[in-house]
């Protein structure tokens, strides 16, 4: 009996090395301008060629501006050296590359399921840790350093050790203003920072099962945050349907042949896993993180902890560092902490789902005054679908900023950057000391959270103003 990890697995070894590592086929391999250019400067002094160019894909992310009409023009030279040369990569070595300008760009883990590049049993591996947003299709997605990098472009192979394997079943019903991201914020809080380390995580339940396929790609996004190296959500007719049509998806007799194989992908009824965990839906609130890291949350009608009541040293010295940065003092109510900015995007929840949940928020409603709200949709292709709907509109006539599509906020590594001392309400997937600026302050939620914090001013509870609206 296997589990769905093994059956990948198995099917990709293709030399084992030890009683832990294999050498194994990876089917795609996604770049970005951030983590590849050592990888490619490596490539050419070595005089190597790139094994299977066709297996490539390279997306334009973490760098490029957002600001709301699209330029090539980046106001940061090295970020654009960056971005030159990554195209210039791509062009030598003959990969397909999605530049800032291409009607496909967005955040690669947005990019590549919107084009049906991801596809059930594969394994894809990126320079990028949330890879394992493709584990929502089935696939097994993983991210790599830079050496790796150029050793998968060279052979299309990596050296891989094998991981444990843990179920996480969710039961029940979702409770009223709860989504994926409080799910998988509680399943990081349970297992903590480091808890899922060394495993792949296998997301089933009836919750998971009736999760819209954004919903699973967020389960399978953030769980890395709690150390895990790969997602799993064996892919059923809601996947299928998702992919169906796509550009780099079979078509014709090549479909009816690849979803008879997928169909094939699941864990088998006796698998046995090395950890179980079940969650029971109904249990769970909405979150929001109260210090530096993404495990250390609290219920929307909860108060910020006190380290005095933390037993464990190590712990409570970690407490105390993160109200310190956060500026936070033990027992204040959740919603009675005040926010003077706003952030909605991310590979985490930048879907036209999250941006559709926001807008219902939204709607009629204003940004409250010395709020700054932006709404950086994952994708062109989420902007436009968006348009169509007429979410911009909704954002803009509440104040919020509608951009274009990137990481942006979500790690500052652009020119969308908090001040030191800013205190932000974001959909994003991490809260670590300067991840949106030096000095910044975040606090993670769900995209409908985001959007009650931003009208309110403060941190507030969305199930009040859904029973309200």
């Not at 996480?168 to 297992?191: E, N, Q, Y």
């Not at 997301?203 to 996004?221: D, H, I, K, S, Y």
Request: aromatic content about 6%; hydrophobic content about 40%; some cysteine.
């Amino acid at each position: 009996m296997k589990t769905l990890y093994e059956k990948i697995l198995e099917r990709h070894i293709v030399r084992e090395l030890d009683a832990r590592h294999v050498l194994l086929y990876i089917d795609r391999h996604i770049l970005n301008e951030y983590t590849s250019p050592q990888a490619f400067a490596g490539l050419r002094a070595a005089g190597r060629r790139v094994h299977r160019p066709e297996a490539c894909f390279g997306v334009v992310d973490h760098v490029n501006p957002t600001e709301p009409h699209r330029s090539r023009r980046i106001g940061d030279s090295q970020a654009s050296r960056q971005v030159d040369y990554f195209e210039a990569n791509c062009d030598e070595f003959g990969i397909e590359y999605c530049g800032i300008l291409d009607a496909r760009q967005g955040i690669e883990h947005v990019v590549v399921p919107e084009q049906g590049i991801v596809q059930p049993g594969m394994v894809i591996a990126c320079g990028d840790s949330h890879t394992t947003t493709y584990g929502a299709f089935g696939a097994l997605g993983f991210g790599i350093g830079t050496s790796e990098v150029e050793h998968l472009l060279a052979t299309q192979t990596l050296v891989y050790e094998r991981l444990k394997g843990m179920r996480v079943t969710i039961r029940g019903r979702l409770p009223l203003g709860v989504t994926a991201k409080d799910l998988v914020m509680k399943i990081i809080s349970v297992l903590g920072a480091a808890g899922a380390t060394g495993f792949t995580v296998e997301f089933t339940g009836p919750v998971v099962t009736e999760l819209q396929v954004a919903g699973r790609m967020t389960l399978c996004n953030m769980i890395v945050e709690a150390g895990a190296r790969g997602a799993l959500i064996a892919p059923d007719e809601a996947a299928l349907r998702f992919l169906m049509g796509r550009a780099r998806a079979p078509q014709g007799d090549l479909w009816q042949r690849a979803t008879a194989d997928w169909d094939t992908l699941r864990s088998d009824p006796d698998a046995v896993f090395d950890r179980e965990l079940l969650l029971d839906a109904g249990s769970v609130a909405p979150l929001v993180s109260w210090g530096t890291s993404p495990d250390q949350v609290v219920a929307i009608d909860g108060r910020i902890p006190d380290p005095a009541a933390e037993a464990d040293p190590t712990r409570r010295s970690g407490i105390e560092r993160a109200l310190a940065y956060m500026d936070l003092r033990p027992g204040t109510a959740v919603q009675d902490i005040r926010i003077d900015h706003a952030f909605i995007g991310s590979c985490t929840n930048g879907r036209l789902e999250d941006l559709r949940a926001a807008a219902t928020i939204v709607q009629g409603r204003k940004v409250a005054p010395g709020v700054r709200a932006m709404v950086v949709p994952g994708s062109t292709q989420v902007r436009r679908e968006a348009e169509a709907e007429g979410l911009d509109r909704i954002f803009t006539q509440a104040g919020f900023e509608w951009r274009q599509s990137g990481c942006s906020l979500c790690l500052a590594m652009n020119d969308d950057v908090l001040p030191a001392g800013a205190r932000c309400a974001s959909s994003t997937n991490r809260n670590f000391e300067g991840r949106q600026g030096r000095g910044a302050r975040t606090h993670l939620m769900s995209p409908a959270m985001v959007a009650a914090a931003a009208v309110a001013g403060r941190i507030a509870d969305v199930r009040a103003i859904r029973a309200g609206s």
